[in-house]
């Protein structure tokens, strides 16, 4: 059966973190904070414009729309992002429309990426970069956020900052394409301006082209901003940015993303899609038009879902802040996202993890706590290249856009742990 092995592109490839942590969770029944995922109702209009799509007798919106993507979606994504951006940006030949920005970043990296060129990944970094850069013959570099902390009591994901020395280190002549997240997962920091500048200033130096991932551009803390890296001198025309419906709207499950650049490097990503996910759902993509031209209509006041959904969660994030401290955990206080991390090593003294044989001691921790406290979260070495896990050893990632009875009851039980340990 050797000939039906897998094919060498993918060999070396491990089973992902989701994969491991959806069946841990299957087997103990944790509380989960660990998915990230809303489990509460996205925006009505949204289901609403679903159901009106559904029940609409234009048998065309029940069919296959165009592959790069349904006119109505590109067409709302160019006007905001023209907004946005500060230039116009061509709904049919700068938009492209894909399974979610999983699916985005696929073609992105699979329509620009060969054999030998070198990616530069920030980390930490969301686990599928590397396994796809890898797929497609490429060759990352890691470059780590360090921790950088100004002796404040509080941690804040901001203290997390590059070295421009290492970072100016990872460019070459073989270098292709740098991918940054933000605001990043798992730790939440959102770019500033200075470090978004020296990203691009290295990007022109060395003619290289930026994948910029932007999915939870809406999810910024105040004082924060969101600076989109294609709208810097000089950028636009080497930039790929990605987005996500899912976390735009709260609808992780409709799985519809984007990308947007100039037409001559989005072009790379059409020829991928038209030859693997082809067209997505036009019942889906009709939707969430509307509730993009809904935002648009009021974007920047009080009522828009982009505006709220951030103070919203701002109360569950210190919510979450609180009790983990309560527990004698760290947290590290984002700027951006719905996640938390937080460092756990402070209890390791307390806690047996001699049951766990993991190699690293955030999945030990996780799993202990999965099957000892009833609560899950996520080890954040998953988001480091193998040289550099022991940076997320001691860390553990939550996830707080969740109800506040969940959030309730992960207090409750981590106030029993306490007292009882």
């Given at each position: 059966?050797?000939?039906?092995?897998?094919?060498?592109?993918?060999?070396?490839?491990?089973?992902?973190?989701?994969?491991?942590?959806?069946?841990?969770?299957?087997?103990?029944?944790?509380?989960?904070?660990?998915?990230?995922?809303?489990?509460?109702?996205?925006?009505?209009?949204?289901?609403?414009?679903?159901?009106?799509?559904?029940?609409?007798?234009?048998?065309?919106?029940?069919?296959?729309?165009?592959?790069?993507?349904?006119?109505?979606?590109?067409?709302?994504?160019?006007?905001?992002?023209?907004?946005?951006?500060?230039?116009?940006?061509?709904?049919?030949?700068?938009?492209?429309?894909?399974?979610?920005?999983?699916?985005?970043?696929?073609?992105?990296?699979?329509?620009?990426?060969?054999?030998?060129?070198?990616?530069?990944?920030?980390?930490?970094?969301?686990?599928?970069?590397?396994?796809?850069?890898?797929?497609?013959?490429?060759?990352?570099?890691?470059?780590?956020?360090?921790?950088?902390?100004?002796?404040?009591?509080?941690?804040?994901?901001?203290?997390?900052?590059?070295?421009?020395?290492?970072?100016?280190?990872?460019?070459?002549?073989?270098?292709?394409?740098?991918?940054i997240n933000t605001p990043n997962n798992p730790l939440g920091k959102v770019f500033t301006?200075?470090?978004?500048?020296?990203i691009a200033n290295l990007c022109k130096k060395w003619n290289v082209m930026c994948i910029?991932?932007?999915?939870?551009?809406?999810?910024?803390?105040?004082?924060?901003?969101?600076?989109?890296?294609?709208?810097?001198?000089?950028?636009?025309?080497?930039?790929?940015?990605?987005?996500?419906?899912?976390?735009?709207?709260?609808?992780?499950?409709?799985?519809?993303?984007?990308?947007?650049?100039?037409?001559?490097?989005?072009?790379?990503?059409?020829?991928?899609?038209?030859?693997?996910?082809?067209?997505?759902?036009?019942?889906?993509?009709?939707?969430?038009?509307?509730?993009?031209?809904?935002?648009?209509?009021?974007?920047?006041?009080?009522?828009?879902?982009?505006?709220?959904?951030?103070?919203?969660?701002?109360?569950?994030?210190?919510?979450?802040?609180?009790?983990?401290?309560?527990?004698?955990?760290?947290?590290?206080?984002?700027?951006?996202?719905?996640?938390?991390?937080?460092?756990?090593?402070?209890?390791?003294?307390?806690?047996?993890?001699?049951?766990?044989?993991?190699?690293?001691?955030?999945?030990?921790?996780?799993?202990?706590?999965?099957?000892?406290?009833?609560?899950?979260?996520?080890?954040?070495?998953?988001?480091?290249?193998?040289?550099?896990?022991?940076?997320?050893?001691?860390?553990?990632?939550?996830?707080?856009?969740?109800?506040?009875?969940?959030?309730?009851?992960?207090?409750?039980?981590?106030?029993?742990?306490k007292k009882t340990e």
């Amino acid at each position: 059966m050797e000939k039906f092995g897998l094919p060498a592109r993918y060999q070396g490839q491990q089973e992902s973190v989701w994969e491991e942590y959806i069946q841990l969770a299957a087997d103990y029944d944790p509380l989960d904070l660990g998915q990230g995922f809303p489990d509460f109702s996205p925006p009505e209009y949204i289901i609403s414009a679903l159901d009106q799509v559904i029940k609409d007798k234009d048998i065309m919106l029940h069919q296959y729309t165009r592959g790069c993507g349904h006119p109505r979606l590109t067409s709302i994504l160019s006007k905001l992002y023209s907004h946005l951006i500060g230039r116009n940006i061509h709904p049919e030949k700068e938009i492209l429309i894909s399974t979610g920005a999983y699916g985005a970043l696929y073609c992105t990296v699979m329509g620009h990426i060969d054999q030998g060129d070198e990616v530069i990944i920030i980390e930490p970094y969301f686990d599928c970069y590397e396994p796809m850069v890898l797929s497609a013959g490429g060759i990352p570099r890691f470059v780590p956020l360090r921790y950088n902390n100004n002796n404040s009591s509080i941690l804040k994901s901001s203290d997390w900052t590059l070295d421009p020395e290492e970072l100016e280190k990872a460019f070459n002549s073989k270098t292709k394409a740098i991918i940054i997240n933000t605001p990043n997962n798992p730790l939440g920091k959102v770019f500033t301006e200075n470090e978004l500048q020296m990203i691009a200033n290295l990007c022109k130096k060395w003619n290289v082209m930026c994948i910029s991932d932007e999915v939870y551009e809406w999810l910024v803390y105040e004082p924060q901003k969101h600076i989109r890296i294609a709208s810097l001198p000089g950028m636009w025309e080497r930039t790929i940015t990605v987005g996500s419906a899912g976390k735009t709207f709260s609808i992780t499950g409709w799985k519809i993303g984007w990308a947007y650049g100039p037409a001559n490097l989005i072009h790379n990503l059409v020829i991928v899609h038209q030859n693997s996910i082809s067209v997505c759902s036009t019942p889906l993509q009709e939707a969430i038009a509307v509730g993009f031209e809904k935002e648009f209509s009021c974007l920047g006041q009080d009522n828009c879902y982009f505006t709220s959904l951030p103070r919203q969660l701002e109360q569950k994030k210190n919510y979450m802040a609180n009790f983990l401290t309560k527990m004698g955990m760290k947290p590290i206080i984002p700027d951006g996202g719905y996640f938390m991390i937080a460092d756990w090593s402070s209890l390791e003294s307390k806690i047996d993890l001699s049951a766990e044989n993991d190699k690293y001691k955030d999945y030990c921790f996780t799993k202990w706590l999965t099957k000892n406290v009833g609560i899950q979260g996520i080890p954040p070495s998953a988001f480091y290249s193998e040289p550099h896990k022991l940076l997320g050893e001691k860390l553990v990632r939550f996830c707080f856009i969740k109800k506040e009875e969940k959030l309730n009851k992960a207090a409750e039980i981590l106030e029993h742990w306490k007292k009882t340990e």
